[in-house]
């Protein structure tokens, strides 16, 4: 009846095939508007299915206003309710692949996955899902658990000196949400946001994606240069790197702090401070952040993407007083908050220090592997090249003063099998930055460095050589 | 020496503090540019700590640039450095307070926490932990997880009858966080959203956060008033409820449908269609959803925020092609993706059918609570009340035709204990929906829903009688 084939062995019930089944006719314009159906008994019988499965189907159809039925009068089909077929030309455009062979990819801010203590990480999380409540399953604060905000404002405190109340940490999903909002609060709609140059590109983008208009500032092996910073109306924020700048690896000076933060007071703009890898430092210490030098001017941005893992989507944001209560409006309507599981495990991984232990661990391993990528430089290049900035984080820069890196060198590292990015790709303003790598060496074994600095050395022989 | 005191007590190590304190001195001016420091041996000496602890702190104050130190000449303090105090006049705002003692609320969108397998969960999480892979502790797909994006699928079809493939299904941090980019998509500075008129004011605010210009477009019994819908410049969406209109709970007609549909294609405007609570419908079947009419001009969004519950921060959108590359960039600079383990756990609980066993106990559930509000409402008000909009769904609204509430009655029931919404509250244009009230009923249990209607008929005899 009406060209209706029913499929028995479908996992769709029947009543739902005959309604989908009558509605494609109705919706093509195959059954018009007006038209009389068959009556339920027909159908069934026709069909061989119960009265009661049609039933179901006109019921719904019904209700949906595709068919019209009164009391003793057969029932019909609506009208105005045939759409004209679109032509479904649009495909999806495809994702970017990186299928191609890369044996050893030198990409930055990736941790070692493996050396995690994984199982540790799931006794931890069962004994999460053991202390949630039930009210923790139903909507929470978007400032986060408080046990996390307690153990991050602890953990502070004893690894940098720094006084935190929990009250000012607001837990972030990420690093990146943090200055994804942040640039939502500060920035939005063509005001001026200052960064350093070169830059996290990715952090550009969120900026310029938000309609900030970008005042790019030079960096030098100090840090950003305070003596650029200049005057600007509409300015809102300056966005920096100070423990360990981005790509250039340079410590901002005590100095240049002092002349970052009058400079911040006199045209009343706030900083953001991404500190986003210093508990990797393998000589001194770990520097104090900026935050502590004036709290309610700097919004300080921490992670524990580097520490813990990237997935766990755990960061956090210390917060002026004034920002505090319209970042938890524009959180709430942004993403209402974080989950509450990855919190109570992180706040547990912390509160036994087995986050301190991980990192001790784990900058420990960096420093060896980082020594080894200085090895395998000296090895294929002599001494034709040095580190930029100082000895932090998962990466380093490297300048090789005689060459100039381009497109054609990124290609041909990639069709020998190694991924490098150059500096320069991380430049607002291109040109100044072409003879540095950025090399990334933090989730590579010593001997992976070793062979992938080893094909480089074979790319720039044959390109440059 | 210097007025220096250590404590040794302290959690902080004595390096650390012996930085801090030099370091506020020379914030603080009190140690001013070019002074010298004792040296390392006659500090030791004078606080009774190794010279080793001494020499740490001055080497990372040398390193941060607040001391200066050259070959054969004694540390001295760097020039600048001083920074002016700021008063710390800025004090937190308080937040809202929902301190009163409430012993009935009729909020709105709240499942029952309680009736939830807590207990299957937690083995679920347990097991997903299991079946991660270590590479899913890294940075991963901001589309979400394929086993989750299936899981949805299937679901979607034999709930719904709906054919979508995973590839078009995108996991959202809940569909706030579906709804807040999808604006910041189609509608950021200053481009129109058409908008149901009552609404969800949360939704509004978050398009109004976006910048977005709203058109208000009037609701009544059947859903969004498709005849009103005038031809605009620059409106690039309509964001509809046709499943059940929140907050009026219409089911919109298959006319309205098809007009909705005419209206975007011949206006080339995309259809935002937000399906937060269809699964729980106590009449005629689950609708089809608007999408399957034209899954290149419809944006559905779904959630298991009801479903499953609030804090699991899962939802999805199944978007149109031409928009699933940009969805993709925007999701990676706003917070990358979704963790991993939530997204592997309700995989889980969608495959072995324990999500469609806890949705169809809750709707039987959620009816009965439904027809406990009923018949409160025929015992304290009589037939003095209707209920707008269809069977479905966690609220109603209320009509009671001849009152008029105001500020002062949701003061008064506040203060009787019980928390009531009117209709008044969603309305972008006021004046229309002063006599009805909005009841949440999904959370409370029956004895609980006829406590509240008691008070809220006394709060009504006692304003109103």
Known sequence: MLGIVLNRESELQLWRQLYL????????????????????????????????????????????????????APTRVADHIWIEPTIQKE??????????????????????????????WKQLVEKALGTLKISDYGYGDPQGLISLREE?????????????????????????????LTAELLCANGRKM???????????RTFINKNCSIVAVDVDEDGIRTDDLIKSENVNAIYVTPSHQFPLGGILSASRRAELIHFARQND??????????????????????????????????????????????????????LQKRWCDLRTHA????????????????????????VHKMRKIYHQR?????????????????????????????????????????ERCKNKGILVTTVENYCIEKGHHQSKLLIGYGHLMEENIEKGIKILSEVIEELYG
Chains 1, 2 share one sequence.
């Open 21 to 72: 089944a009558l509605r494609d006719l109705i919706v093509s314009n195959q059954l018009k508007g007006g038209e009389i159906l068959p009556s339920t008994r027909e159908f069934a019988k026709d069909l061989e299915i119960s009265r009661n499965t049609v039933c179901t189907a006109y019921e719904l159809l019904i209700a949906e206003g595709y068919l019209i039925s009164h009391q003793g």
């Open 370 to 410: 980082r020594e080894a990528l200085f090895s395998a430089l000296v090895k294929y290049f002599g001494d034709d090249w040095h580190a930029y900035g100082d000895d932090a984080g998962l990466h380093v820069a490297i300048d090789f003063p005689r060459y100039h890196f381009d497109q054609k060198f990124k």
């Open 91 to 120: 495909c999806r455009e495809e994702k970017i692949s990186t299928a191609l062979s890369i044996s050893v990819s030198f990409r930055t801010g990736g941790p070692d996955l493996n050396l995690f203590p994984h199982y540790l």
């Open 335 to 358: 993403d209402v908050q974080s989950p509450p599981f990855e919190q109570e495990a992180l706040a547990l991984f912390l509160h036994f220090r087995k986050f301190d232990r991980h």
């Open 269 to 322: 703009v706030y900083i953001i401070e991404d500190d986003y890898d210093s508990e990797f430092r393998y000589r001194g210490k770990t520097l104090a952040p900026l935050y502590g030098m004036d709290p309610q001017r700097v919004i300080y941005v921490g992670t524990f993407s580097k520490t813990v893992f990237p997935a766990l989507r755990v960061g956090y944001l210390i917060l002026p007083r004034l």
């Open 194 to 204: 200052m960064m350093e140059n070169p830059c996290h590109t990715g952090m550009l």
């Open 152 to 180: 991050i404002a602890a953990w502070l405190f004893r690894s940098r000196g720094l006084k935190v109340e929990a009250e000012d940490i607001f837990i972030t999903a990420g690093a990146t949400q943090g200055l994804y």
